[in-house]
């Protein structure tokens, strides 16, 4: 079954504690890429990667770090965690460049305290 | 960076009746895609358009691209209870050819209540 996996799905944590939510696909596709997901914003895009070793920002990348050292694993990591970071977020990926298409993960609900 | 207005943000309604949301931008987009959010789950993409003036259904939805390339809107006809849900639209990057690139922009959303 095609799935796209994150963990933990829900995270307490204190200000300054480094974190990192992973994120896993079983599809092979090239693309991956993160959002988080707050009221009456929408989601937006934190980091994406093209492929393996290839990532950019997104639009709200600030206090995250993102790294693709293999296809299938996508993790996203606060280095220090700050009360405006709890946020739900949302890993998704997608085949080749088709980017229009994206199959997104359950979510992970981070509180920041 | 681009933008997308969504509206309304949240609607109340009474099953068998048709719903409309619609989304707008500042700045034309290649490509519009409408996404379902289920309560506690990740967006499921419901239709995805590609050339201006496009009109596509699926099942009871429909969805159209506006000929400005400018707006969007998604029609659900008959309301059901399972239709609950938060209703997003996306586009891709004008920037971007051939819908490359990454980068995808959301709306607010539009929150559905149906009630039985």
């Known amino acids: 079954e095609a799935q796209v996996t994150q963990n933990p799905r829900y995270l307490i944590t204190v200000t300054g504690k480094k974190l990192t939510v992973t994120c896993s696909q079983n599809?092979?596709?090239?693309?991956m890429s993160w959002y988080r997901q707050d009221p009456g914003l929408g989601l937006r895009q934190i980091y994406y990667?093209?492929?393996?070793?290839?990532?950019d920002k997104g639009d709200v990348p600030e206090g995250y770090k993102v790294s693709r050292k293999e296809k299938r694993n996508f993790p996203l990591i606060l280095e220090s965690p700050s009360p405006n970071q709890t946020s739900l977020y949302f890993c998704?990926?997608?085949?080749?460049?088709?980017?229009?298409?994206?199959?997104f993960g359950p979510g992970t609900r981070l509180t920041v305290l | 960076g681009q933008q997308l207005n969504q509206s309304p943000q949240s609607m109340f309604i009474q099953e068998g009746e048709d719903v409309s949301m619609n989304c707008t931008s500042s700045?034309?987009?290649?490509?519009w895609l409408w996404y379902k959010q289920d309560p506690g789950e990740g967006p499921v993409l419901l239709i995805a358009?590609?050339?201006?003036?496009e009109l596509t259904s699926n099942g009871r939805l429909t969805a159209q691209f506006g000929i400005t390339r400018k707006d969007s809107f998604l029609n659900i006809s008959a309301s059901i209870p399972s239709d609950v849900g938060i209703y997003f639209c996306?586009?891709?990057?004008?920037?971007?050819?051939?819908?490359?690139?990454?980068?995808?922009?959301f709306g607010q959303g539009t929150e559905l209540s149906v009630k039985p």
């Open positions: 998704a990926t997608a085949q080749g460049a088709r980017t229009d298409t994206q199959y």
């Open positions: 599809m092979n596709h090239e693309y």
């Open positions: 990667s093209m492929n393996v070793e290839v990532t």
């Open positions: 700045s034309i987009f290649n490509t």
């Open positions: 358009l590609y050339k201006a003036g």
């Open positions: 996306a586009g891709t990057d004008p920037n971007m050819i051939y819908n490359q690139g990454g980068k995808l922009i």
